[in-house]
């Protein structure tokens, strides 16, 4: 196995694993009800230094020179700068109107914190279809409380849907607790998404 820091060109790569753990919340905010549009949005963020879906917070997992898995994570410190520039990257790609509906939609999310400082939140974390069931998930956790702990930081946290078994069984597995249920009427009509755990491992 080996780690490296994802590249600009490693988008063809990434994109399908990132919004493979978001899709219909992708479609939802990021692309306003459109999944093409998500899909594009997301490549305009990965491609952009800094954002919350950024190649520069993204670590790839290599198995015989082919990416095995990959998560995206940085201190929860950071969320509030990164949304801002998440915002700044939206706006000009949707446009005056989408940006309207876009606003619309994240405001269903304000107050909502996701991250405190002193954790590494982890926005994504994604194995390949044909590298499931391998124990990559329980890796990729570990790789990422290796670079907390080299950051001096104290927890890992993340979010999770609340109809996603298989990933809430791997957390529970790893050492992570639920810290708070969120239920999100309009995700939940829009989406069929019930909304999500927040969970955080302590170091």
């Given at each position: ?43 305009v963020?990965?491609?952009h ?47 005056w ?16 914190r ?9 926005q ?43 990933a ?25 998404i ?9 170091l």
């Amino acid at each position: 196995m080996n780690w490296r820091a994802a590249r600009v060109e490693d988008a063809p790569i990434a994109l399908p694993l990132i919004y493979a753990t978001m899709g219909a919340f992708a479609d939802f905010l990021f692309g306003v009800g459109s999944s093409a549009l998500a899909r594009r949005s997301l490549e305009v963020l990965f491609r952009h230094p800094r954002n919350r879906l950024s190649h520069a917070f993204t670590q790839l997992l290599d198995i015989e020179e082919e990416t095995a898995g990959l998560y995206l994570a940085y201190p929860g410190a950071l969320l509030p700068r990164l949304d801002l520039h998440t915002a700044a990257v939206m706006f000009p790609l949707l446009g005056w109107r989408k940006s309207l509906a876009f606003i619309s939609r994240a405001f269903a999310f304000s107050g909502v914190r996701e991250a405190h400082p002193g954790e590494y939140y982890i926005q994504a974390l994604a194995v390949t279809p044909s590298r499931q069931g391998m124990g990559l998930g329980k890796a990729i956790l570990e790789h990422a409380a290796q670079t907390a702990r080299a950051l001096r930081l104290s927890a890992l946290s993340l979010l999770v849907s609340l109809d996603n078994l298989p990933a809430q069984n791997l957390y529970l597995n790893s050492g992570f607790e639920i810290a708070r249920e969120m239920r999100f009427s309009r995700l939940e009509r829009d989406t069929g998404i019930p909304g999500f755990w927040r969970m955080v491992k302590r170091l």
